[in-house]
């Protein structure tokens, strides 16, 4: 008897589960994405949906027509995370620095 609800309750849980996971699913496929992909996949040249767009939101169907081309600056990847790195430090040390700033006026 104990087992036969236990697996009762176990069918129970999972079919909970699969309706939730089926409602997210359903939820992710009719967000619009796929018709945003099938309709800019053939897009007309009058197209008011296509906007000024550059060659990164070309290549992608339903990109934002905001959207920017990635960073040219030259830099290598370890020389923009040391530059972040360094970034990260000064701010530190600036708002370390006004903290003592402000506890030196507050001092009696």
């Known amino acids: 008897m104990r087992v036969i609800f236990g697996v009762l309750s176990l069918l129970v849980v999972l079919a909970i589960m699969g309706t939730v996971a089926k409602k997210q699913l359903q939820a992710?496929?009719?967000?619009?994405?796929?018709?945003?992909?099938?309709?800019?996949?053939?897009?007309?040249?009058?197209?008011?949906?296509?906007?000024?767009?550059?060659?990164?939101?070309?290549?992608?169907?339903?990109?934002?027509?905001?959207?920017?081309?990635?960073?040219?600056?030259?830099?290598?990847?370890?020389?923009?995370?040391?530059?972040?790195?360094q970034q990260f430090k000064q701010s530190t040390e600036r708002a370390l620095q006004q903290g003592v700033d402000r506890n030196a006026r507050s001092a009696p």
């Open 28 to 85: 992710l496929g009719s967000s619009g994405v796929s018709t945003r992909i099938n309709q800019m996949s053939n897009p007309s040249p009058g197209d008011a949906a296509t906007g000024d767009r550059d060659g990164a939101t070309l290549a992608i169907p339903g990109g934002m027509p905001g959207g920017v081309a990635a960073d040219t600056t030259g830099l290598t990847v370890p020389q923009q995370a040391q530059n972040i790195q």
